[in-house]
């Protein structure tokens, strides 16, 4: 149901933004989220955004950096990544959860394939 696009390799202070079409028609229903797993770790909460994009959140270390954004008429939810570091290394998930917004992982419904995204100092 979730694709994950634009990931890769970027120097430490770069930027990358991150794409996630889905492909359900009630999109606009659907909070998003975007995780982070890195090597050895759990999934990370990064970043969120309610279904009409009024609402949005982030996890402290991404903060000013990051953005989240969605276009409900592309189905598409994006993550505007800047001054990327070397410990945003991970892979990036898109999640999406019907009507309510989540920090835990474990509540979303449909999740994307994951995106690497690798950040070299």
């Known amino acids: 149901h979730l694709a994950e696009s634009g990931g890769g390799l970027v120097q430490a202070g770069g930027s990358l933004k991150l794409s996630c079409t889905a492909s359900?028609?009630?999109?606009?229903?659907?909070?998003m989220g975007w995780f982070r797993q890195a090597p050895g770790k759990g999934r990370e909460f990064v970043a969120l955004?309610?279904?009409?994009?009024?609402?949005?959140s982030y996890a402290d270390s991404v903060k000013s950096r990051f953005t989240v954004s969605r276009d409900n008429n592309k189905n598409t939810v994006y993550l505007q990544m800047n001054s990327l570091i070397p410990e945003n290394t991970a892979v990036y998930y898109c999640?999406?959860?019907?009507?309510?917004?989540?920090?835990?992982?474990?509540?979303?419904?449909?999740w994307g394939q994951g995106t690497q995204i690798t950040v070299s100092s």
């Open positions: 955004i309610g279904w009409r994009a009024i609402n949005t």
């Open positions: 359900e028609r009630t999109f606009s229903s659907y909070f």
């Open positions: 999640a999406a959860r019907y009507c309510r917004g989540s920090f835990d992982p474990r509540e979303y419904d449909y």
